[in-house]
């Protein structure tokens, strides 16, 4: 019994993490209809910048207070998402393209400078028979302004509001940004796998025989105490705007709610989820860049499982994946472990497309 | 769907396309490829340098890329249906042609069934194209990012099972996941790189022309219907749902082939050859290509490996670049690199600028 | 009005700039591709202590620092690099006595720290040797690839090296998952492979495996089992070839001990998700846990071992336990990595050992790519296995046509190579006799000093 015990502990453990980024998918699925694919990569980024805040200065971080390292990094998974859905997302569902091409001509113009200066043309433009070197300041400076007005122009003449609403560009536009942060994070912080110590790492307790671990605790805990508070926020007044968006955004408009702004407030929740379960996942494991790549595809299947819409029933979800594999892995042979969720989405979504939502139906989109 | 979409969904051939039939510029590109390994125009490219094994290997990884893209392009681009399934088909055409046509009587890493290597082909790229049209048949009746979660899953599922060996069934002989050796079927009186090419070459030209014969009869106007409207396909008589299965079947058979192509040039095959990085990199050869575009494929596959090499000495951001040109793509070029030139024609900007210049040059003689 | 003539303006601009750059195409005569070595004058300032190489243009670099030193090594030489040599072998420049040796290694993704060790490693020796005036009048060039541990990568690295860079063998290449990809081509070129191979060789004539395989570093680890009194063995393994050897080795070596085998449990690869098997190897209540998993997962285990308050003997193979670094015990508290072995290939990188308090010179001197590294140890195992290339080198006697050089590798057999830091190598004919390193150590983490100690000698497994 013991050790079935620590197997399901264990197994709600992981499952926690699923739930999480299930729940993260849901909210910005719900309010934008963009099926995040980078949903983990971006909880990555914030549970990386936890821990080089946190970090031991000897190995290459701050050094400050590990609370105050969570909540700085946890704040800025928010901004992080709602700077996304500003930048990225708002230009394709029909509002203005000015923001990102604003920012997109000045981080690409001050990057040329910089570059162009320092460096000269990037080494994968050694076919391009120009000098080795920098160029002078003032070629740079020139380079610099062209480039700045061509993306300028380009961003607010091209980009365009999708003709109709599809989730293949989207999803598309999630994977290129889940592979450029996975890149980002390899640039500034290196692809070695680094241990995150929060401040329950290692302690455990027992439970009559069982010796659980307070990681463990802890993780499941806030899974909860998360999956709560959102059920309370779709009750609030943002929350029902939220939900009344996705059931029918053209009404919802025409009743006067702000589409963008709830889209907005979607994305700086759902990261700041995100963020969460990334910060949990990989101070109980281990933090490196892979550490987003497993949860992703878990993630979805949770989500799957709440047909998209539901909350109860992405964490449940999430959970009930998270048991079973362990449960499999430990009751038959560890080698089945990976084929659970994968099984589980197939059938699923072929026999019962709704998921565990009540509302069994296919999203029409 | 708006009357003004519809022009550019069904684009009018310009007089100069008209006049050179379509059959024939095909057969000119396929010629000029075939005979490229003796002509040594591309040396300056290092990377395409056809007259040694390192070009040649590489142009062969472009046509393999080409070959699942041309399918992935049926799928995505004319029938709308987006299908994630193709890593795992394209390792299924790995590692049938290699389980198949390896000989019985070696070691488990190259023990096999000792099929002939042109019946182990088409039987693996059938078996692909049922796995998928099976496939297709439930999965027809989910939407958009459903099919796209069910589909993804089932390529990891493909995956896991070529992983789990033995353990799924006796009979697999994948050799788990260290890894399959695959048997090199040897073009005769050609060596080894050069007998991949021609194959890889020979199965691209096959692909193409089946390409160009179904979409440019009365199935690829049907797929682009039930594309674009989809709903309303019945009362005219079309069952959507054949045409989607049929559209996974024929994607998934060249998935397999290129598969196939893929492990004659690379000998070796492992399970994580056939991740989501994969997935990564076909997407971005159908996008930057251009979607249902004929030469979008084989532009996009020749991008990437170029883009991937050049960026060997800097790998680090090779997923940042694949990243942003993901988002880019999506964002100002929906219709890829290959109408790149049209849309800078067709730009409101360059239009201006056109009329002015007219106006400033406007002297009549 | 005024938006739209800047629009105007801009787009001239850049069509002016595009202009200007393709004109200079035509001048510049393809400046982009690198000049023959031939006619670059020797540079001065770069004779004895080579500069350190960038990442981002390692040949160039490396062929620059050659010349002036052969001009120096000529002299003294009668007869010049490849004197005893029939015609033109690839790889071999006897006009300016450079010998180019290619190596590909992952400085990116998961395996990067073990990567950026092993390239250090071997630049080092090559920069010794160089900077001693070469052997037999020959100095050497080192070209280097980033794999990232990837098929196509892998395979599109070796063609490069051997088409483009004419490599004339392959020295340190590490042992990876992907590496069988690329016998074909070597295969086809004829060009050596002397490395750290793993999966093992299969009887290929042209790879040379430098060290023991992972199947003889897990019996060992159990060799060491039996000794410390433990009775009931569990293995952990990767589910690829990894797994796959240290499931042999406990097959193997726990019968020849008496142990029972009770427990072989699997992890799938680049996953974190360990805590199944781990519950069920404690389940099982073995006293002894022979792991075959990369770094992370490692980490991973000692540290649920630990929380879960269970504490067998646990043994790995050099690479995953990081034997001598901090790769793998530097992710688990440190309780928990107290005690932890790891089978030994070579000397651990704090021996005293004269050989490498020589290269630990070096190494801290060294500021080249890799430096950071915080796998030393990495670095100290392809440092030998080159100084042993360059050993079977100089037996060549001029004469570099791969005949001589898989004869006279496959008679050291009778005559083998000793580097004191690492097993004897005796390479012999094949079948099996590729294969040239034999026997192992076994070395203990001490989570207070943070160091390893040998606790073990070089020994083969007991049969």
Redesign the interface.
């Known amino acids: 019994m013991d ?1 079935l015990l ?2 399901i502990v ?1 197994g709600l ?2 499952g926690s993490s699923y739930s999480l980024i299930g729940l993260a998918i849901v909210v910005i ?1 719900k309010s934008t209809d963009v ?1 995040n694919f980078a949903m983990a990569e971006m909880g990555l980024v914030a549970a990386f910048m936890a821990w080089f805040l946190s970090g031991d200065p000897a190995l290459g971080g701050v050094g400050w207070p590990f609370w105050l390292a969570i909540v700085l990094a946890l704040a800025f998974a928010a901004v992080f998402g709602a700077i996304t859905q500003f930048l ?1 997302v708002r ?2 569902t029909g509002l203005s393209n000015q923001p ?1 091409a604003v920012c997109a001509s000045i981080g690409l113009g001050y990057a040329s400078v910089f570059f162009l200066n320092k460096e000269g043309l990037p ?2 433009f ?5 000098t080795d070197e920098g160029f002078p300041l003032w070629v740079a400076t ?2 610099a302004v ?1 480039t700045v ?2 993306t300028y ?3 607010r ?3 365009k509001p999708l ?2 609403v ?8 999630t ?10 994070i ?2 500034l912080w ?6 995150f110590d929060a401040p329950w ?2 302690e ?1 307790f027992d439970l009559g025989n069982t ?1 659980i ?1 307070w990681d463990q605790v802890v993780t499941i805990g806030v899974g909860i105490a998360i999956a709560i508070a959102m059920a309370l926020f779709f009750w609030s007044k943002w929350g029902v705007r939220m939900r009344a968006i996705a059931e029918d955004g053209h009404t919802a408009r025409l009743l006067g709610i702000n589409a963008g702004r709830v889209s907005l407030i979607a994305w700086a929740i759902g990261t700041f989820v995100a963020g969460a379960a990334m910060i949990l996942n990989t101070s109980s ?2 933090l ?4 987003a ?2 949860l992703i ?1 878990k993630g ?2 949770a989500a ?1 499982l709440g047909g ?1 819409t539901s909350l109860g029933g992405t964490f449940a979800g999430g959970l009930l994946i998270g048991v079973g ?2 449960l ?3 009751q038959i ?7 659970i ?3 589980v ?2 059938v699923v ?2 026999v019962a ?1 709704g998921g565990f939502s009540r509302t069994a139906r ?4 | ?2 009357d003004q ?1 519809l022009p550019s969904l069904y684009p009018q051939k310009s007089s100069l396309r008209k006049a050179v039939p379509e059959w024939a510029s095909t057969f000119a590109v396929f010629l000029f490829l075939a005979f490229l390994p003796w002509m040594h125009i591309f040396g ?3 990377i395409f340098d056809s007259s040694n094994n390192f070009g040649r290997g590489n142009l062969a990884f472009v046509f393999a890329f080409a070959i699942a893209g041309v399918g992935f392009n049926l799928l ?1 681009g004319y029938s ?1 249906t ?1 299908g994630l399934a193709i890593a795992g088909l394209f390792a299924l055409g790995a590692y049938g042609t290699a389980v198949l046509s390896a000989p019985s009587d070696a070691r488990e890493a190259l023990a096999g069934y000792d099929w002939p290597f042109f019946v182990a082909l088409p039987v693996i790229c059938i078996a692909a194209a049922i796995i998928g049209f099976l496939v297709g048949f ?2 027809a ?6 099919l ?3 589909t ?3 390529g ?2 493909i995956v ?2 070529i ?2 060996d033995e ?1 799924v069934w006796d009979g697999l002989k994948t050799n788990g996941g260290t890894g399959k050796q695959v048997p090199q079927f040897r073009v005769p009186g050609l060596d080894r790189i050069l007998s991949v090419y021609m194959l890889s070459l020979g199965a691209l030209f096959i692909t193409m022309v089946a390409y160009v014969v179904l979409t440019n009869r009365r199935l690829g106007r049907t797929l682009k219907a039930v594309r674009d409207i989809d709903i309303a396909t019945g009362p005219l008589g079309i069952s959507s749902t054949y045409y989607k299965l049929l559209a996974f079947g024929i994607s998934a058979f060249a998935a397999a082939l290129a598969g196939a192509m893929w492990a004659q040039n690379s000998s070796f095959a492992n399970p994580s050859a056939f991740r ?1 990085r994969l997935l ?1 990199f076909l ?1 971005v050869v159908l ?1 930057v290509g251009g979607v249902s575009r004929k030469w979008g494929p084989l532009i996009g596959a020749i991008f990437f490996v170029f ?1 991937r090499q ?2 060997q ?2 790998q ?12 880019l ?6 219709n890829g690199i290959a109408v790149l030139p049209k ?1 800078i024609r067709d ?3 360059v239009k201006d600028l056109q009329r002015r210049l007219g106006n400033l040059t406007d002297f009549s003689l | 009005m005024m938006s739209k003539l ?2 105007v303006l ?1 787009l001239l ?2 069509v002016a ?1 595009v202009a200007a ?1 393709c004109g ?2 035509d001048d ?1 005569d ?3 591709a690198p000049a023959p070595e031939a006619t670059e004058a020797p540079a001065p300032e770069a004779t004895e202590a080579p500069a350190p190489a960038e990442e ?2 390692p040949e160039e670099d490396m062929a620059e620092e050659d010349m002036p030193e052969e001009d120096m090594a000529e002299e003294d030489m009668p007869e010049g690099c490849g004197y005893a040599t029939d015609g033109d072998v690839r790889g071999v420049d006897k006009e300016n006595g450079v010998i180019t040796i290619g190596s590909s290694q992952p400085f ?3 395996a ?2 073990a990567g950026e060790g092993l390239i250090a490693g071997i630049i080092i020796a090559v920069e010794e040797v160089n900077a001693n005036g070469g052997i037999d009048g020959c100095t050497f060039e080192l070209v280097w690839e980033d794999d990232r541990f990837e098929i196509e990568q892998m395979v599109t690295n070796v063609r490069k090296m051997i088409e483009q860079d004419n490599v004339w063998a392959f020295v340190g290449t590490a042992g990876s998952q992907a590496i069988p990809s690329t016998y074909p081509d070597i295969e086809a070129a004829g060009t050596p492979l002397w490395g750290p191979v793993s999966p093992a060789d299969q009887d290929i004539q042209e790879v040379y495996l430098t060290n023991p395989t992972r199947t003889e570093q897990g019996r060992i680890c159990i060799d060491h089992f039996a000794e410390q009194g433990a009775t009931k063995v569990a293995a952990i393994g990767q ?1 690829n070839e990894l797994g796959e050897e240290a499931f042999n080795a406990i097959e193997m070596q726990a019968p020849v001990h008496g142990m029972e085998i009770v427990a072989k ?4 690869v ?4 360990v ?3 781990v ?2 190897v ?2 099982s209540g073995a006293d002894a846990v022979l792991t075959a998993l990369d ?2 997962q490692n ?2 285990v000692l ?1 649920q071992f ?4 269970f504490d067998p003997l646990v043994c790995s193979d050099q690479g995953s336990a990081g034997a001598g670094g901090q ?1 793998t015990v ?4 440190p ?2 990595a107290d005690g932890y072995l790891g089978a030994l290939q070579g000397a651990l990188p704090d021996s005293d050992m004269d050989f490498v308090q020589h290269w630990l010179g070096m190494w801290e001197a060294y500021d080249g790519p890799g430096a950071e590294s ?1 796998a030393p140890n990495f670095s100290l195992q392809t440092y030998s296995i080159s100084r042993a290339f360059f050993e079977l080198f100089d037996r060549l006697d001029g004469d570099y046509s791969y005949e001589n050089f898989h004869a006279t590798a496959e008679a050291m057999v009778d005559d083998p190579i000793l580097i004191p830091a690492m097993p004897v190598l005796a390479c012999g004919p094949l079948p099996g006799g590729h294969g040239c390193a034999s026997g192992a150590g076994i070395s203990e983490y001490d989570a207070e000093t943070m160091t390893w100690t040998q606790v073990r000698d070089f020994l083969p497994p007991a049969s």
């Open positions: 050790q620590q197997q264990a453990e992981s699925m099926p990225l230009p394709l990102l080494t994968f050694d076919w391009f028979p120009v020139i380079m062209v007005a061509l122009l380009m961003i003449y091209w980009v003709s109709k599809d989730h293949f560009p989207l999803l598309l536009l994977i290129g940004l889940n592979f450029a942060l996975g890149s980002v390899e640039n290196g692809s070695t796998p680094k241990r790492s290692g455990t010796r671990g494991t281990v490196e860049l892979g550490s790549e497993g595809l979805f299947i799957v998209f594999e362990a499999a892995g430990g042979s560890t080698s089945l472990q990976p084929t969720a994968l099984l989405v197939v979504l072929l497309p296919t999203r029409e989109v | 769907m708006t979409a300056w490219t290092d995505v709308g987006l439930p999965a009746r989910l939407k958009g990012f459903f796209a979660i069910a993804l899953a089932l990891e599922l896991t099972i992983r789990l353990k989501t990564v997407l996008i883009l050049k960026l000495d800097t680090k951001l090779l997923f940042l670049i694949l990243g942003i040109t993901l988002i793509a999506v964002l100002i070029l929906p849309q730009s409101r900007w | 800047l629009k801009a601009f850049a700039l750059a200079n195409d510049d393809g400046g982009a981002d243009m990116t993704g998961r990067a720290v589910d449990e699997e992890v799938e680049l996953s974190d998700a805590a199944p098997a519950l069920s404690i389940d770094g992370t980490g991973l540290d630990h929380e879960a308050g790769t530097g992710l688990a508290v309780e928990a915080l």
